[in-house]
């Protein structure tokens, strides 16, 4: 991937055996953990209460700008638009 692109990702937040993820806009090339653009979405997968929210307005914007949406978010996303 080039350096100067963008990437729509998670990043953890949780405690140990409590994952939490934000999903953040970063430099593709940064690594985790680093300062972000954005902050558009947050993600839940806890078995007993699964919870998913993203802001359409913000993801759309992004992706406009040429945003690359990495790993396990991508099929998470393409699920939430199906059921939309």
Do not use: C, D
Request: cysteine-free; glycine content about 6%; hydrophobic content about 45%.
């Amino acid at each position: 991937m080039p350096v100067n692109k963008v990437a729509i990702r998670f990043e953890r937040v949780g405690r140990y055996k409590q994952p939490l993820y934000n999903i953040v806009v970063v430099k593709g090339s940064k690594k985790h953990h680093t300062k972000f653009f954005s902050k558009i979405g947050l993600y839940v997968p806890t078995y007993t209460n699964r919870f998913f929210f993203i802001n359409l307005k913000e993801l759309a914007f992004w992706l406009s700008r040429g945003a690359v949406i990495r790993g396990r978010l991508s099929k998470l996303i393409l699920n939430l638009l199906k059921f939309k």
